[in-house]
């Protein structure tokens, strides 16, 4: 069982950056992949970033490829986004998560949200024009 808190949200000015962190309970966590997800409003839940176990592959989301950096501490129990270069369209309620199977590869980043079974409860990011 993993539990995630994320942190880091807030309102800022396109152009600007937030970081944001999800620390997750349980022994376990080394062994998920993690990946964080938005939703806007009226919107479905999409796919920003993923990362494996150890942070040897990851994944973007075309549309933040260039501009978000997924990174994680497995001695901390934390994932993080840094979110540069912020879009008034990256507005959203971003969501931690982690895979639903515990992988021996570092290979392997997942990317559908139905391959993530442990989520956060969110963080409202807004991005002014």
């Known amino acids: 069982q993993v539990q995630l808190v994320e942190s880091g949200g807030g309102l800022v000015q396109a152009g600007g950056s937030l970081r944001l962190s999800c620390a997750a309970s349980?022994?376990?966590?080394?062994?998920?992949?993690m990946g964080w997800f938005r939703q806007a409003p009226g919107k479905d839940r999409e796919s920003v970033a993923t990362?494996?176990?150890?942070?040897?592959?990851?994944y973007y989301a075309d549309s933040v490829k260039g501009r978000f950096t997924i990174s994680r501490d497995n001695a901390k129990n934390t994932v993080y986004l840094q979110m540069n270069s912020l879009k008034p369209e990256d507005t959203a309620v971003y969501f931690c998560?982690?895979?639903?199977?515990?992988?021996?590869?570092?290979?392997?980043?997942?990317?559908?949200?139905?391959?993530?079974?442990?989520w956060g409860q969110g963080t409202q990011v807004t991005v002014s024009s």
């Open positions: 998560a982690a895979s639903q199977y515990l992988y021996l590869s570092d290979r392997v980043s997942p990317r559908g949200r139905d391959e993530y079974t442990y």
């Open positions: 349980g022994r376990s966590f080394s062994s998920h992949a």
């Open positions: 990362i494996s176990r150890s942070g040897g592959t990851t």
